[in-house]
């Protein structure tokens, strides 16, 4: 079975550019999560997709990221404009089940995004 | 809502002997409570879950971890540390707000092993 697949896994940009991030989840998996991974810290939530509509996005900053899953399947993060501190890597994962909180997360690589 | 705490940002012990990561967790609800491995420049590794069967859950490599209500407690442990677990701990815990499972991840631990 292929893994999470994020792509690209390391981008350098400068402030004020945009940036995106692709996420490809486990084949079948329904839930799809967007995490935000600072140096030192533990992954933020972003964003929580259930097939193709938002769960949860409580803690995505709504004036610069945006969030897409269009059919259900990949997903892309978009930044615009980047700031210094969103320098970090974006972590992509997916879950099998919509119900039930049992069912692990299945993490992809990551995407380390440094901003100059 | 839910919360994640994590005690320690990082233990230290010798290759040998035991290992304690201690978490604590609150929620409103009966929540299922995960812990995940990161090794350097890995992804995220599941190494169990507490789901409301066993209060003692044993998970890959040697880990273990006991689920205790009335202390709102999700400690690891394992009995004799190996050089290979040095790597980042995140305890995670997964409630249903609103209709929906929303993941909340702890700080992290970050577990140090001597030789």
Known sequence: ?????????????????SVAFWCNPISGHATLYWYQQILGQGPKLLIQFQNNGVVDDSQLPKDRFSAERLKGVDSTLKIQPAKLEDSA??????????SGGSYEQYFGPGTRLTVT | AQSVTQLDSHVSVSEGTPVLLRCNYSSSYSPSLFWYVQHPNKGLQLLLKYTSAATLVKGINGFEAEFKKSETSFHLTKP?????????????????EGGSYIPTFGRGTSLIVHP
């Open chain 1, 89 to 98: 890597v974006y972590l992509c994962a997916s879950r099998e089940r919509t």
């Open chain 1, 1 to 17: 079975e292929a893994g999470v697949a994020q792509s690209p896994r390391y981008k350098i940009i400068e402030k004020r550019q």
């Open chain 2, 80 to 96: 004799s540390a190996h050089m290979s677990d040095a790597a980042e701990y995140f305890c995670v815990v997964s409630d249903k």
